[in-house]
């Protein structure tokens, strides 16, 4: 261990007394032993990481505000999908910066993740009333990414049944945003899917044609009627697509009304902070008709078994999406930490406070409008909401260039085009005020040698209901955000015991250790936290000029370093923002390297049986054929059968996808020739990095003989999971594959020289979030994080230590040891008992913890990782509850309990149950909700019963319900 002046010791969760009994319950003499009999000493690296010293909590404080200073805040209007917004402080300070918040787990345990569903609700239920659509998911990444979904869905849906002659053609009309744009191509290009572009007037429908994309209002910032063209298409069988501006769409026609499709965008301007790019939540919504094939995740109201409201992650299956090989889409996570927040902002602001919002940033813009063209300045857009762009090609006195100067002068942002040096846009948004006009008015005055009076708010007030620029028949004249929760809770008082309310029903890191399998929910520190709302990071636009953003660039780059050189390779690229597209990301740069080379034939993916299943979905996108390699009673990857396989398509050969340590929580000894039978056959080897964290320092992905890996800088690198997202999934790859890594069209830096598409709205996709990881890398150093990888493998094995005379423990490598998680089955007590994993999910909500997770990567089994951030006393009481479930089973299997009416099938008990004048179980209440002493003194409760599953899948309601349907319920339950 680490002096206790450095960060180490706050991050790791054992101390030296710990670490020793830990040690002496494994009958080993030290840490290096214990890594000795775990880690294949061939793959074991003898070279330390080339990492700065570490610095302390105040050190790297101070370092981060002195990168900040690096970048220029300078005012900017540039829009292009991104604004300012004000984070209302009660959101700010309750949510985003709050660990019973940001530590959250996806809510796969509903019973405990009632506050946060209810949350991801209120934002589905903002987006369809804004959309005018009946069903939302619970957000997707960034815009583009939706966009794409939604494309590759109506590709889905439109040839469901063409067996031979699928139709292949998007048309998008010319007004979409040039970055979303390039994340289409980039989706359709393996898919072979032909984007047409065309003026949205001109569309020509034919059989060929699957769907129509239209932005609406457009990329500069026109409103175009889009129902001619939608009434065409439907006309014609053809879906319709429409991004929108959702804070638009409180004044603008609900593009539902108009029968559209799906609409899609994002919601970065409902009080998101820019953070140069995200992370912000994306939405996606959709006719009820196709609510079963929306992607992502999609929250629902069903109910517990008394009959009690209850939400839960809908559509069953862990990710229903996901149909591996035959998969369109591999969407794994969501934003969900950013779409709470959003949804709060309405909630707090309300359909009033929303419309307020909408209508001060238009009278502003019509404001603007009118004051510079009366200095003699051509507006080109006739309608618009928040946009103008003006074309000063034909002004005698001046240039698009001159105007440019005098607003870099006085550190202006304006958006301009490379095209058109004589265009120039501008975007207003929520923190502009009439000081903001002023500003412009007087950069388009100076520009002409004009004089520039100042405008007053009575010029703004004039700007009355009835001047506006918003086309007379797409007014919006239906109601929105009409449920209860958006009309109650519009003071801070209000807002803060709702969302306090809301924080209480759920179980987050703030309570106890979450032992999820291959999900490291690890300490996710304060302090790497803090950067993210500095405001020169918080604060800045993703598409400011790249001298602006230096702080961010020095970042990345050592960022981009200092993860090369944990996995041992070359370089890297911080675009993909998830892990799924970063495994997308990694194949589809293997792709362009045999492209390159004229092996257009490789389109083989070999992927292990027991993979996640958003590997064989991301090889499907890539434009890959997936075959399955066998693995072995020892659940590694059989390696006569590989072998074999890749004799088989040797010459199509494209990659091998590979989890290191395997899925089964195992370091397989043959990975090297493995890997070098890829090699041999042509193919490249592409690692899934979701379990890096038992490999920084002691291994690396080079070492390994992997070609290209994705990193899960939300697992590993300590990026909070948010209750389910934000995450980030860059990738890392040898100096071969460099070439082919990811551009962006806004930013001349980013990619390689023969680069693909982008992959993400942003350049950096979810830049701001990088902080946490670079603080982690920063505050950890080089003993610090190699010291993070033997702890979290002393944990499990302690873990495996301690519960394999209980638990049949699945997997163990050569030695016995496992790497950082390990895998119980469970199978045998459905036989012995009637106990099914479920049941001891349940129950572990009684004792205080979320379960592990629960039957992956093998049905009927719970795999548990305890990570580095735990302490022995809470890795005791884990393994204590875990023992006397144990003899709970055992009670049910000899007959002293009732097969059926026992603890396990009735878990979780809730309060309103365990208080309740009636007790109708055969066993005491102790037993049920105090089963050991510890839960005396912290107790956390469960706020449903078990929820009913069935009864969901068949009642598939994904808004808010009124109020009165629960009074009904409760009336019904009495």
Not at 93 to 103: A, D, H, K, M, S
Not at 491 to 499: A, D, F, V
Request: contains cysteine.
């Amino acid at each position: 261990m680490l002096s206790h002046e450095s960060f180490a010791p706050r991050h790791i969760g054992p101390n030296v007394s710990d670490t020793q009994k830990m040690l002496q319950a494994l009958g080993l003499p030290s840490l290096d032993k214990m890594v000795d009999e775990t880690i294949p000493d061939h793959i074991r690296t003898n070279q330390k990481m080339e990492l700065p010293a570490p610095l302390s909590e105040q050190e790297f404080l101070q370092h981060a505000h002195e990168v900040a200073a690096k970048n220029q805040l300078w005012r900017s209007y540039i829009g292009m999908g991104y604004y300012g917004t004000f984070t209302p402080p009660v959101i700010q300070r309750n949510i985003l910066e709050n660990p019973g918040w940001y530590t959250q787990y996806t809510p796969y345990q509903a019973e405990i993740a009632q506050g946060r569903l209810e949350a991801l609700l209120n934002f589905q239920t903002m987006v369809s009333d804004l959309t005018g659509l009946d069903v939302a998911n619970a957000s997707l990444l960034d815009e583009a990414t939706a966009a794409a979904e939604a494309m590759a869905m109506a590709y889905r849906i439109k040839n469901k049944r063409a067996k031979k002659d699928p139709a292949k053609v998007i048309l998008v009309d010319k007004g979409i945003s040039k970055h979303t744009l390039e994340v289409l191509q980039t989706r359709a290009e393996p898919m072979d899917i032909s984007i047409i572009l065309c003026e949205s007037s001109d569309c020509v429908f034919d059989e060929t044609v699957f769907a129509v994309m239209l932005q609406y209002p457009a990329q500069y910032g026109q409103i175009v009627d889009p129902r001619p063209v939608i009434s065409t298409a439907q006309d014609a069988g053809v879906h319709s697509i429409v991004i929108a501006d959702l804070l638009s769409l409180s004044l603008l026609q609900a593009p539902g009304e108009w029968g559209v499709d799906m609409v899609v965008g994002t919601t970065q301007r409902f009080g998101i902070p820019l953070g140069y790019g995200g992370p912000h939540a994306a939405y996606f919504a959709t006719k009820t008709e196709y609510a079963r094939q929306i992607p992502g995740r999609v929250i629902g109201v069903s109910q517990d078994v008394a009959g009690k409201p209850a939400l839960r992650m809908a559509l069953q299956t862990r990710e229903q999406h996901i149909r591996r090989d035959k998969a369109t889409s591999n969407i794994c996570t969501a934003q969900a930490l950013l779409a709470i927040m959003a949804g709060m902002y309405g909630v707090y602001h309300g359909p009033e406070g929303i419309k307020h919002i909408a209508n001060k940033i238009h009278k502003l813009c019509v404001l603007l409008h009118r004051s510079v063209t009366k200095l003699g300045y051509e507006q080109t857009n006739t309608h618009f909401f928040d946009t103008l762009v003006f074309d000063l090609s034909q002004h005698t006195e001046t240039s698009g260039l001159r105007i440019r100067r005098v607003a870099e002068l006085d550190e202006v942002n304006f958006r301009y085009f490379e095209h058109n040096e004589d265009l120039i846009g501008i975007s207003l948004d929520e923190t502009c005020d009439i000081d903001d006009v002023n500003r412009i008015v007087r950069i388009f005055a100076e520009g002409i040698d004009a004089e520039f009076k100042a405008l007053t708010q009575a010029d703004l007030v004039s700007v009355g209901e009835a001047i506006h620029a918003l086309p007379e028949g797409l007014l919006r004249n239906t109601p929105y955000l009409t449920h209860e929760v958006f009309n109650s809770h519009h003071s801070e008082t209000q807002m803060l015991r709702y969302i306090k309310h809301l924080e209480g029903k759920d179980l987050s890191l703030t309570h106890s250790m979450i032992p999820l399998g291959s999900c490291t929910m690890k300490l996710n520190a304060t302090a790497q936290l803090m950067p993210i709302s500095i405001p020169a990071f918080s604060q800045l636009h993703p598409f400011v000029p790249e001298e602006q953003a230096a702080g961010y660039s020095f970042m990345f780059k050592e960022l981009e370093q200092y993860l090369s050189d944990i996995t041992g390779f070359a370089a890297c690229s911080l675009q993909p923002n998830s892990g799924a597209q970063g495994e997308y990301t990694g194949l589809m740069v293997i792709r362009a390297y045999h492209l390159d080379r004229g092996d257009t034939q490789r389109d083989v993916a070999l992927i292990p049986s027991s993979a996640h299943g958003t590997n064989p979905a991301s090889a499907v996108m890539s434009g890959m054929r997936v075959v399955v390699v066998k693995c072995d009673d020892n659940g590694n990857i059989d390696v006569t059968d590989l072998k074999a396989k890749a004799e088989k398509f040797s010459d199509n050969l494209a990659a091998l996808m590979v989890t290191y340590p395997s899925t089964h929580g195992v370091f397989e000894v043959a990975i090297q020739d493995i890997c070098a039978c890829i090699h041999e056959h042509g193919g490249l080897v592409y690692m899934d990095g979701a379990n890096m964290n038992a490999q920084v320092g002691l291994t690396n992905p080079g070492i390994i003989g992997a070609d290209v890996c994705h990193l899960n800088l939300h697992k590993t690198f300590a990026i909070p999971h948010g209750g389910g997202g934000p995450g980030m999934g860059p990738i890392c790859c040898t100096a071969d594959l460099a070439p082919y890594l990811p551009k962006h069209i806004h930013h001349s830096q980013s990619g390689g020289t023969k680069g693909i598409s982008a992959v993400a709205s942003a350049p950096y996709s979810s830049a701001s979030i990088l902080w946490v990881s670079y603080a982690y890398i920063r505050l950890l150093g080089e003993q610090g994080l190699t010291d993070s990888t033997r702890y979290a493998i002393l944990n499990a094995n302690y873990i495996q230590h301690q519960l394999q005379d209980h638990y049949p423990v699945l997997y163990r490598g050569d030695s016995g040891r496992v790497a950082h998680e390990l895998i119980l089955d469970l199978r045998p007590y459905k036989k012995e008992s009637g106990v099914e994993v479920v049941d001891i999910a349940k129950r572990l909500m009684d004792y205080g913890f979320h379960a592990p997770t629960v039957s992956f990567p093998v049905p009927g089994t719970i795999m548990i990782e305890p990570t580095e951030s735990e302490d022995l006393a809470e890795i005791d009481r884990f393994c204590a509850a875990m023992i006397a479930i144990r003899q709970e089973i055992s009670a049910i299997a000899d007959g002293s309990v009732d097969k059926e009416n026992n603890p396990l099938k009735n878990a979780p008990h809730t309060l309103d149950l365990a208080t309740a004048d009636e007790w109708e179980f055969p066993y005491s209440r102790q037993q049920a909700v105090y089963p050991l002493p510890y839960l005396q003194k912290n107790k956390f409760w469960a706020s449903v019963r078990r929820v009913n599953d069935t009864y969901g899948d068949r009642n598939l309601v994904c808004t808010c319900p009124p109020i009165s349907s629960y009074e009904e319920e409760e009336v019904v339950s009495a």
